[in-house]
C-alpha cells in the first residue's frame, strides 16, 4: 500500500501520495509539461538510459489531487550494490534533480513527498540520497559541497555576450578563431566517438574514473529524440574540444566535456562555449546549466562566472542515521592520484568496474 500524507482533514483527504513507473506512465510525461523546475534529468529518457545501462529500478514518489491527477513528484533510482550496499538515490549521475510541482500550491504536494519519503525511510531503513535540497523531512541532513552555475540566456544573442568577461572569455573565442579552430553541432555517433576518445584523455588527466564507452554512445538515443547534441571544436580535421548537451524545455545543460591538453592554448573551450551560447539563443533557449562544480575547485568556479553565469551553492539531501562522511573526498583524491599515475586504461577499467556502485 502506498503511505499515506501527514496532513489532516481535508488536506489529507485531497492529495494522495502514491508511486508509478516514469519509463512508460505517460501521466509522468504529462506532468512533466506542467512542471515550471522539470528538467532533462526528470525525463523519462534519461531514467531509462539509467535503468538499461547500470540496471536501476527507477520509481517514481508522486502526490495526486483529486480531480488533477499528478501535482509532485520526484524519480528515484535503487542502487543495489555488494560494495555500498542498498539506498535510493534521486538520482544517479545527475548533477540536480529536486523534487518537482505543478501548480500554484507548492507547499501542500512538498510537505506530502516529504511525509512520504520519510515514511519509506522509516519502514525500509533504506538510506536516501536527493541532488537537491529538500528541507522539512526529519532526520535529513542537507550537505553543501557544490556550486550550480546558470546563464540566463536571451533571444539577442549580443545582450548575452555583452556579460562574457572581456580577458577570460572574449579574448579566447578571438585566439580560437585566429588558430583556425572551427566548432559544429553533430547528433552522430561518430561524433560520440570522437567525444569519447577526448573524454579518455581528459578524465584520465583529472584523475577520475572514465564513463563506460556504451553509456556515452547511448546517448545517441537521446538525441535522436531531440534532447541534446555534441559540439566538437575541430583543428583542420582534428578534434580538439568535445563537450556533450542536454536539451529539454526552456534549458540547455552542459553533461560532460573533454579536451586534448595539446591544444588547450588555442582556447577551443572558449570558441565551444560561445557557439552552443549562440545556437542556444538563437534557438529559443532561456537558459543555460553549466552543471555542477566542486566548492574545492575555484579556478572551474571562475571560469564558469567569466561568461556571466549566476553561481548559487548546491545543497544535497540526506535521509540516514549520520552526515555523509567526508571519507570520500579523501578517497576520490587518492584515486585521482592512482589513476594519473597509472598506464592509460586504468581509468576506464575503474569506471567500468565501480561507476555503478557509486552513481
Known amino acids: 500500500m502506498p503511505e499515506r500524507s501527514q496532513g489532516t482533514g481535508a488536506a489529507e483527504q485531497r492529495l494522495r501520495p502514491n508511486r508509478l513507473d516514469p519509463l512508460s506512465d505517460p501521466a509522468w510525461r ?29 520509481q517514481a514518489r508522486c502526490v495526486s489531487e483529486d480531480g488533477r491527477g499528478l501535482v509532485g513528484g ?24 529536486p523534487p518537482l510541482v505543478a501548480g500554484a500550491d507548492r507547499e501542500g504536494p512538498l510537505d506530502a513527498l516529504a511525509a512520504m519519503l520519510a515514511a519509506e525511510r522509516r ?22 559541497r557544490f556550486h550550480q552555475h546558470v546563464l540566463p540566456l536571451q533571444a539577442d544573442v549580443q545582450a548575452v555576450e555583452s556579460n562574457f568577461s572581456k580577458s577570460q572569455v572574449k579574448r579566447g573565442i578571438a585566439k580560437a578563431r585566429r588558430e583556425g579552430l572551427v566548432a559544429e553541432r553533430r547528433t552522430d555517433r561518430d ?34 529524440g531531440g534532447l541534446g547534441f555534441v559540439l566538437l571544436v575541430r583543428l583542420e580535421e582534428l578534434p580538439v574540444a568535445a563537450a556533450v548537451f542536454l ?49 574545492d575547485n575555484p579556478g572551474l568556479a571562475s571560469f564558469k562566472r567569466s561568461w556571466g553565469a549566476v553561481e548559487s551553492e548546491l545543497g544535497y539531501t540526506y535521509l540516514c542515521d549520520e552526515p555523509p562522511s567526508t ?31 557509486f552513481g
Open 74 to 97: 520526484l524519480p528515484v533510482a535503487r542502487v543495489s550494490s555488494r560494495l555500498t550496499g542498498k539506498r535510493l538515490v534521486a538520482l544517479p549521475f545527475s548533477d540536480i534533480c
Open 247 to 295: 536539451t529539454f524545455k526552456d534549458t540547455i545543460t552542459y553533461k560532460y566535456g573533454a579536451s586534448d591538453a595539446r591544444h588547450l592554448n588555442r582556447r577551443p573551450n572558449n570558441l565551444l562555449f560561445a557557439e552552443a551560447i549562440r545556437w542556444a539563443c538563437e534557438d529559443g533557449f532561456r537558459s543555460l546549466d553549466f552543471g555542477r562544480t566542486n566548492l
Open 123 to 144: 519502514q525500509s531503513g533504506l538510506d536516501i540520497e536527493i541532488h537537491a535540497e529538500m528541507p522539512g523531512i526529519d532526520s535529513a541532513f542537507v550537505v553543501h
Open 327 to 357: 571519507e570520500a573526498v579523501l578517497q576520490n583524491r587518492i584515486m585521482a592520484g592512482v589513476i594519473t599515475r597509472s598506464p592509460r586504461g586504468v581509468g576506464r577499467l575503474v569506471g567500468e568496474a565501480l561507476n555503478k556502485h
Open 30 to 58: 504529462a506532468f512533466l509539461d506542467r512542471s515550471p523546475d522539470a528538467s532533462i534529468f526528470h525525463h523519462p529518457a534519461w531514467l531509462r538510459l539509467l535503468h538499461d545501462h547500470y540496471g536501476y529500478e527507477v
Open 191 to 224: 561524433a560520440l566517438e570522437d567525444f569519447y576518445r577526448l573524454h579518455l584523455q581528459t578524465r584520465r588527466r583529472q584523475g577520475v574514473p572514465t564513463q563506460p564507452k556504451r553509456f556515452i554512445l547511448s546517448f545517441a538515443d537521446l538525441f535522436e
